[in-house]
T-cell receptor
Framework: DAGVIQSPRHEVTEMGQEVTLRCKPISGHDYLFWYRQTMMRGLELLIYFNNNVPIDDSGMPEDRFSAKMPNASFSTLKIQPSEPRDSAVYFC????????????????FGPGTRLTVL | GEDVEQSLFLSVREGDSSVINCTYTDSSSTYLYWYKQEPGAGLQLLTY?????DMKQDQRLTVLLNKKDKHLSLRIADTQTGDSAIYFC????????????FGKGTHLIIQP
């Protein structure tokens, strides 16, 4: 398996532009997570989905941020309009829980998208 | 709210043992984790421990959990240059079905 795939790996944009980050989870996984990593705040959970349904979006910083999961193999995180303080590395992770018969299941992380907003 | 604290830097000599410490505040944490992040890369799970355990050993890695003090440690025996990375402590309630709360990471620096 190729693991969690994120695109683009690097994104540089100007303040006010719309940014869309993409994630393909590991095939068959039923949970998908979006995290953000900054020097000041470390790694923070933004939102997560179970079977394509958002479960907890309390970590989404503002209405400028939105996330969707239209199907089991694709998710997007959109920032509109982007601001310099959104500059960070955004990670997607996935896990398989349902039907495994046990409660611990590893979250597998993608390589991240480094976003720079000028 | 939930909080996970760890020191930012640890410097050790190659061949020595490294001990990275972490404290957490959420008493309902069920799973505690150690992740490794190499420069420019994602996070790699090193090991995890269930809250009803107090020790777990996996080759060069030993995890100790003091649930009373909410203290977690990771010991890396015979530290090598390849162990140079950022190590994150994390906790969750629901395992793979729950978001992780991370510490800010400990930079492990290996001296020759």
């Amino acid at each position: 398996d190729a693991g969690v795939i994120q695109s683009p790996r690097h994104e540089v944009t100007e303040m006010g532009q719309e940014v869309t980050l993409r994630c393909k989870p590991i095939s068959g996984h039923d949970y998908l997570f979006w995290y953000r990593q900054t020097m000041m705040r470390g790694l923070e959970l933004l939102i997560y989905f179970n079977n394509n349904v958002p479960i907890d979006d309390s970590g989404m910083p503002e209405d400028r941020f939105s996330a969707k999961m239209p199907n089991a193999s694709f998710s997007t995180l959109k920032i509109q309009p982007s601001e310099p303080r959104d500059s960070a590395v955004y990670f997607c992770a996935s896990s398989l829980v349902q039907g495994t018969g046990h409660s611990y299941n590893e979250q597998f992380f993608g390589p991240g998208t480094r976003l720079t907003v000028l | 709210g939930e909080d996970v604290e760890q020191s930012l830097f640890l410097s050790v000599r190659e061949g020595d043992s490294s001990v990275i410490n972490c404290t957490y505040t959420d008493s309902s944490s069920t799973y505690l984790y150690w992740y490794k992040q190499e420069p420019g890369a994602g996070l790699q799970l090193l090991t995890y421990i269930f809250s009803n355990m107090d020790m777990k050993q996996d080759q060069r890695l030993t995890v100790l959990l003091n649930k009373k003090d909410k203290h977690l440690s990771l010991r890396i025996a015979d530290t090598q240059t390849g162990d140079s990375a950022i190590y994150f402590c994390a906790e969750s309630i629901g395992g793979g079905a729950d978001g992780l709360t991370f510490g800010k990471g400990t930079h492990l620096i290996i001296q020759p």
